[in-house]
């Protein structure tokens, strides 16, 4: 990771006590700001001052195997949603239900089908989206890449993800809810995803996840509306308590523009 350095500013000293009115979750974004020798004495010092957050050995923490993931986002050799897939390989396991909360052109709903696909027939994807065209568009690249078999195992329906526990069965375990914010690609953009929607739509994939599931969200701030629904994005996750929940955010410090993947692991 050394190599890696030259990618965060040295712009910002504080206090422990100033880290900790941060919430624990933006820790790891805002200490990528800070020389690394002061960073680390930092990071003990405010762990040291608040209660320790459970630890697990690398081994079983969702993090355990993704090194070379998280450096080739780092180096900019893989986009915000290669990483989200990448992550969600690390959690997903075949026969899960899994739901893609903004299908639109059908690319995460198709990975997230091969994660969970096998002969079990047990694997499910609920896919939703309030622009029909975009279930189109996806119905088009599900028809086009899976056999008979594999389509049966994908939902596809037009709701607002805000609405996702109308969709999934109630005693459903679902490891995976995956946002991609933001409007479809080569649709309107005008029709966008929204702070409030997205906002009760955490809510609703927090009461859905399974312990052991990812919420996994990529947000785009480059379009009008972006920068409010980080805002909210972080707002929700902020609040998560960190007995249950690990959560953080990836942000490149000098790409203000840059989409930002936020990763929500439930204990
Ligand atoms: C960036 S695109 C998603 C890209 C998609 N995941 C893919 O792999 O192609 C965002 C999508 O969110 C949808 N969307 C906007 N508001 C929504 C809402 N409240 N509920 C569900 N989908 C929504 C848009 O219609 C659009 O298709």
């Not at 996840?209 to 994005?233: D, F, K, N, T």
Request: aromatic share 8%; hydrophobic share 40%; charged share 20%.
């Amino acid at each position: 990771m050394s190599s890696l350095r030259f990618c965060f500013t040295s712009l910002t000293i504080c206090s422990p006590r100033t880290l900790l009115a941060i919430p624990p979750q933006r820790i790891n974004t805002f200490c990528c700001c800070a020389k690394p020798s002061r960073q680390n004495d930092f990071i003990s010092e405010a762990n040291a001052l608040q209660s320790s957050p459970p630890s697990a050995s690398p081994k079983h923490s969702p993090f355990f195997g993704m090194d070379d993931t998280l450096v080739s986002y780092l180096c900019g050799k893989k986009k915000a949603t290669d990483l989200a897939h990448m992550v969600w390989k690390h959690v997903v396991q075949k026969g899960d239900t899994v739901l893609d909360a903004t299908c639109g052109n059908g690319f995460d709903t198709l990975a997230m089908l091969n994660l969970v696909a096998d002969d079990s027939r047990k694997g499910y994807v609920f896919a939703l989206d309030i622009q029909k065209d975009a279930l189109d568009s996806t119905s088009i690249l599900l028809e086009e890449s899976l056999n008979l078999d594999e389509r049966q195992l994908v939902k596809l329906v037009n709701i607002c993800h805000s609405k996702m526990e109308e969709v999934v069965p109630r005693n459903a375990l679902v490891r995976l809810v995956a946002f991609n914010l933001g409007y479809l690609p080569g649709g309107k953009k005008e029709i966008i995803t929204r702070p409030e929607t997205t906002f009760l739509a955490l809510e609703a994939a927090e009461r859905i996840l399974m312990p052991g599931g990812l919420i996994s969200i990529v947000v785009y701030v480059g379009h009008p509306g972006g920068r409010e629904e980080l805002e909210a994005v972080e707002t929700f996750a902020a609040r998560m308590p960190v007995e249950n929940w690990i959560c953080c955010k990836l942000r490149m410090v000098n790409r203000p523009c840059a989409p930002v993947p936020i990763f929500l692991f439930r204990r």
